[in-house]
């Protein structure tokens, strides 16, 4: 992939006997939503360690910005809002940020400017001189949200950002990923609500065991639609005709079910049924959901975490 900000091949992590990342190799471009799927156990948070260099890979390699895994460089244009944080709860909203842009060197005349900017875009500038351990569970998810943005990064990592958010909240993380791809920073995005990653990202990868067993591209992967049918009296025939328009053809509570890739085919199947003598007495179409290509990619074996 050109222009690649995110860049690993065949890491591994190993903790004592037990694998944690066992295969994990993708590449993320610049200014792109990249979600990262998988179960509890699956070693999402892991490989976001090793990423942003918390941890060594016991094998294989991988760069973040064009430099190695852990490069203190690069590193200064990386966001990171963790999934478990513990802030300094006895600093107020304004000195958190404060502090954290200290670290970074940034100049104190554009710190105070950017953090009126961000708590302004996550809507705590009248929080700002409170204390964090006065801010509910969803003021703290926004202003990590702030902290993970505070020094321009290129690539920012966002572990469960919705977590503890209510709606409005979560359509403010929306809209700020939104942002961040259109001034081409490139995120990397962990969650496990999925009708959110599907509106928000323009790929997924599923990881299972520690390895990415499937990537879809959700801008360009062509929709699967679930049809349902009501029809009337249908011979075996008549079933197995329907499979040239699509898959997976099951008879359910006294209804046919099955998955089409171009809605351009109902036309045709319905004229065909009408044309085979077979009574259309509904027609019931649902777009695939990205939960359902979660399930069926993860399979029956795998336990609820």
Request: hydrophobic share 40%; charged share 25%.
């Amino acid at each position: 992939m050109p222009d690649c900000v995110i860049e690993t091949h065949e890491l591994r992590k190993q903790f004592g006997n037990k694998t944690a990342v066992a295969n994990l190799t993708l590449a993320v471009g610049r200014g792109e939503v990249f979600g990262f799927l998988g179960p509890n156990g699956a070693g999402k948070t892991t490989s976001i360690k090793m990423l942003l260099g918390l941890i060594a890979p016991t094998t294989g390699s991988g760069t973040v910005l064009g430099s190695p895994l852990g490069n203190a460089a690069a590193r200064s244009k990386v966001g990171f809002l963790p999934e478990h944080f513990r802030f300094h709860d006895w600093l107020t909203g304004r000195e958190f940020l404060k502090f954290h842009g200290t670290l970074y060197r940034m100049p104190a005349s554009h710190l105070a400017i950017r953090i009126d900017e961000l708590l302004t875009r996550v809507d705590l500038l009248d929080a700002a001189e409170r204390k964090l351990r006065e801010y509910s569970k969803g003021m703290l998810q926004r202003i990590g949200l702030a902290q993970a943005l505070l020094n321009d990064p290129d690539v920012v990592f966002l572990d469960e950002p919705t977590s503890g958010l209510d709606p409005l909240g979560r359509l403010l993380v929306r809209d700020l990923i939104e942002e961040l791809r259109q001034q081409g920073t490139a995120v990397f995005l962990n969650s496990h609500l999925l009708s959110e990653v599907e509106v928000t990202c323009d790929r997924v990868a599923f990881v299972k065991k520690g390895e990415v067993v499937r990537e879809l591209n959700l801008r360009e992967e062509p929709p699967v639609l679930g049809v349902e049918l009501k029809l009337g009296a249908t011979s075996r025939e008549t079933l197995e005709g329907l499979t040239r328009f699509g898959t997976n053809l099951a008879l359910q509570n006294g209804c046919v079910k099955l998955q089409v890739h171009d809605e351009e085919l109902l036309p045709q199947m319905t004229r065909w049924l009408v044309g085979e003598g077979v009574k259309v007495y509904q027609i019931g179409v649902v777009r695939r959901s990205l939960e359902s290509v979660f399930l069926e990619v993860m399979g029956g074996e795998e336990r609820p975490g």
